[in-house]
T-cell receptor
Framework: EAGVVQSPRYKIIEKKQPVAFWCNPI?????LYWYLQNLGQGPELLIR????????DSQLPKDRFSAERLKGVDSTLKIQPAELGDSAVYLC????????????FGEGSRLTVL | GQSLEQPSEVTAVEGAIVQINCTYQ??????LSWYQQHDGGAPTFLSY????GLEETGRFSSFLSRSDSYGYLLLQELQMKDSASYFC?????????????FGSGTRLLVRP
């Protein structure tokens, strides 16, 4: 069974440019998460989807970040315009929901903003 | 708010046993998870404790004491491949929604 797939793995852009990350979750997982991870830190939740609905986007900086999950499967996270402080790894994860606390993570998209 | 505390680094010898502690403060605690992450890799799930006690999975065990807001991950028979970062994460009920909140991680170095 394929895991969570993310692309691109690496992206280097100049500040003020836009960038987008794509995530394909594990088949059948209705819950999808986007996390941000800075070097030496734990993942921080940006947004959580239940199917197509964003049920928790309280930590998403909505002035420059946006996300969508059309048809309740793939998801895209966009930053426009990017700032130097956005340099980080953007992790996508999925789960069946439930109560196990088990998330399946992709390998992440590493963003460098110059 | 929520907070988690875990040591930033731990060093141990191959074949030894190491314990990584995690203390937490949350408003609506449901359970404690542990994840392993190798450099440049994805976090991978190790264990989840919702009730007090010890859960064992092979060389790894995880413990939870809800009354003490404390848990630990125990790694036995350490192998070089266990060198990685280990994150505790609390499953919390906040603002009518579940959240999984991660600690800052403990970097484990296993020496020969």
């Amino acid at each position: 069974e394929a895991g969570v797939v993310q692309s691109p793995r690496y992206k280097i852009i100049e500040k003020k440019q836009p960038v987008a990350f794509w995530c394909n979750p594990i088949s059948g997982h209705n819950t999808l998460y986007w996390y941000l991870q800075n070097l030496g830190q734990g993942p921080e939740l940006l947004i959580r989807y239940e199917n197509e609905e964003a049920v928790d986007d309280s930590q998403l900086p909505k002035d420059r970040f946006s996300a969508e999950r059309l048809k309740g499967v793939d998801s895209t996270l966009k930053i426009q315009p990017a700032e130097l402080g956005d340099s980080a790894v953007y992790l996508c994860a999925s789960s069946l929901g439930g109560t196990s606390g088990e998330l399946f993570f992709g390998e992440g998209s590493r963003l460098t903003v110059l | 708010g929520q907070s988690l505390e875990q040591p930033s680094e731990v060093t141990a010898v191959e074949g030894a046993i190491v314990q990584i502690n995690c203390t937490y403060q949350t408003s609506g605690f449901y359970g404690l998870s542990w994840y392993q992450q190798h450099d440049g890799g994805a976090p991978t799930f190790l264990s989840y404790n919702a009730l007090d006690g010890l859960e064992e999975t092979g060389r790894f065990s995880s413990f939870l004491s809800r009354s003490d807001s404390y848990g630990y991950l125990l790694l036995q028979e350490l192998q070089m491949k266990d060198s990685a970062s280990y994150f505790c994460a609390v499953r919390d009920w906040v603002d009518s929604s579940y959240k999984l909140i991660f600690g800052s991680g403990t970097r484990l170095l296993v020496r020969p």
